[in-house]
């Protein structure tokens, strides 16, 4: 019984993590994680902390830094794009979670290139159709309505 549920909870931390790699763009809560691996909050929130080691949140936040350090490769890009693309409420917020995440600010854009940057328009990477974010994807159909 208790390796039926090991493997139950593996499976909706899966179910969880897509979800979460697939709207990193939007605002995610954890009610739409745990729609999306067919649990309650409450377990899956447990589960994210005893399969990650780190609370939902702050995997939420880590795995979004982590794709922003990704993009910042590329000097051509904005911060404040890249931090609303990766949907961080505001450029402040990615600031402050970038700096404790990477124990530093995120990389200024180097004088020389502002003006340019200014006339250019974003990256084909992260670029968007429009300025509101989508709504999440919905949760799979193994969940009862």
């Given amino acids: 019984m208790a390796g039926g549920r090991a493997n139950a909870g593996s499976s909706a931390v899966i179910r969880g993590k897509d ?60 911060i404040s794009d890249l931090a609303h693309e990766l949907g961080f409420p505001s450029l402040t917020h990615f600031k402050r979670l970038f700096r404790k995440m990477d124990g530093q600010a995120p990389p200024a854009c180097p004088p020389s290139l502002a003006p340019a940057l200014a006339a250019s328009h974003l990256h084909p990477a992260l670029s968007r159709a429009a300025t509101h974010r989508p709504p999440p994807t919905p949760p799979p159909p193994c969940c009862p309505p």
């Fill in 19 to 78: 979800f979460i790699r697939q709207n990193l763009k939007n605002d995610i809560t954890l009610a739409d994680v745990a729609r999306a691996a067919c649990t309650s909050t409450f377990y899956i929130c447990k589960l994210f902390k005893r399969h990650t080691g780190v609370n939902f949140t702050e995997y939420v936040s880590r795995l979004r830094v982590g794709r922003a350090k990704e993009f910042l490769a590329n000097p051509s890009l904005r």
